[in-house]
């Protein structure tokens, strides 16, 4: 079985850039997640989707990030314009659906992103 | 969201156990204890969870105190390749969407 699939694995733009991310998670998980991962920090929830739904982005700037899932299976994550401090690793993850087995998510390897 | 405490750093010695202590004391009834890993320059993967009875799996055990407020994960006999970040999470289901809320987590370095 495939695994959850990131690109690009890294990127390296300049402040008020644009950048874009994407994920294709495992075939027929509902569920997909954006995390934002700091170094030395843990992952932080940014957005989580169900199917095509957004089911929380609490912890997402919506000023300048945005995602979509269109079509309820692979998904973007857009930074417009980027600032230094989102510098970070950004991993997608799936799972089947929202309750169905407790907690086990499935993470991409991320990407690896620098802000200059 | 409920808080997990775990030290920020262990040591092992290769092929020997290893006891991982993870504190949380103001865990509800309903909520599961996760643990997860990330290994060097990979997002995090699964290890195991329980809610209340001691759980075995291939990768790793899982000892929850009788009252639930610490559990400890057991790496029977560790190898440089469980040299990791490992993260206790306590699963909350908010609204019915369930949310893992990681820590800083344990950095286990396995010592050849």
């Known amino acids: 079985e495939a695994g959850v699939a990131q690109s690009p694995r890294y990127k390296i733009i300049e402040k008020r850039q644009s950048v874009a991310f994407w994920c294709n998670p495992i075939?027929?998980?509902?569920?997909l997640y954006w995390y934002q991962q700091i170094l030395g920090q843990g992952p932080k929830l940014l957005i989580q989707f169900q199917n095509n739904g957004v089911v929380d982005d609490s912890q997402l700037p919506k000023d300048r990030f945005s995602a979509e899932r269109l079509k309820g299976v692979d998904s973007t994550l857009k930074i417009q314009p980027a600032k230094l401090e989102d510098s970070a690793v950004y991993l997608c993850?799936?799972?089947?659906?929202?309750?169905?087995?407790?907690?086990?998510?499935?993470f991409g390897p991320g990407t690896r992103l620098t802000v200059l | 969201d409920a808080k997990t405490t775990q030290p920020n750093s262990m040591e092992s010695n290769e092929e020997e156990p290893v006891h991982l202590p993870c504190n949380h004391s103001?865990?509800?009834?309903?909520?599961?204890i996760h643990w997860y890993r990330q290994l060097p320059s990979q997002g995090p993967e699964y290890v195991i969870h329980?809610?209340?009875s001691n759980v075995n799996n291939r990768m790793a055990s899982l000892a929850i105190a009788e009252d639930r407020k610490s559990s400890t994960l057991i790496l029977h006999r560790a190898t440089l390749r469980d040299a990791a970040v490992y993260y206790c999470?306590?699963?909350?289901?908010?609204?019915?969407?369930?949310?893992?809320?990681f820590g800083t987590g344990t950095r286990l370095t396995i010592i050849p």
């Open positions: 993850a799936s799972s089947f659906s929202r309750t169905s087995t407790p907690g086990e998510q499935f």
């Open positions: 075939s027929g998980h509902a569920t």
């Open positions: 103001t865990i509800s009834g309903t909520d599961y």
């Open positions: 999470i306590l699963r909350d289901v908010d609204f019915g969407n369930e949310k893992l809320t």
């Open positions: 329980g809610l209340t």
